[in-house]
């Protein structure tokens, strides 16, 4: 009912920029919060950074000063930039997404397919 569509990954090196984008489609009444995970080689999957639809941010210590995340309400889309990116960063970005369906009072959590980003050093 509801689908993340995720874009932007690759292989970058050190130092250089990426911007991911992620666009959320169905039977959308709002979508909530939306936010992006990682989830490196044998490591737990990681809150990168989220914001709220009154635009309220909260980001990952390791990311804070490199990377912004925003939104665009009407289309239902996040984006995420990430600058001076390092080998650390390298990971499988997943874009989340809290979406209340028409018609219902129940908010439901979605997740993209996740997109690679790899940087090297």
């Known amino acids: 009912q509801v689908h993340l569509v995720e874009s932007g990954g690759g292989l970058v090196q050190a130092g250089e920029s990426l911007r991911l984008s992620c666009a959320a489609s169905?039977?959308?009444?709002?979508?909530?919060?939306m936010g992006w995970y990682r989830q490196a080689p044998g490591k737990q999957r990681e809150l990168v950074a989220s914001?709220?639809?009154?635009?309220?941010?909260n980001y990952a210590d390791s990311v804070k000063g490199r990377f912004t995340i925003a939104r665009d309400m009407p289309e239902n889309t996040v984006y995420l930039q990430m600058n001076s990116l390092k080998p650390e960063d390298t990971a499988v970005y997943y874009c989340?997404?809290?979406?209340?369906?028409?018609?219902?009072?129940?908010?439901?959590?979605?997740w993209g397919q996740g997109t690679q980003v790899t940087v090297s050093s």
């Open positions: 989340r997404a809290v979406v209340r369906l028409r018609g219902s009072w129940i908010a439901n959590e979605y």
């Open positions: 169905g039977n959308i009444f709002s979508v909530d919060v």
């Open positions: 914001i709220t639809g009154g635009r309220i941010t």
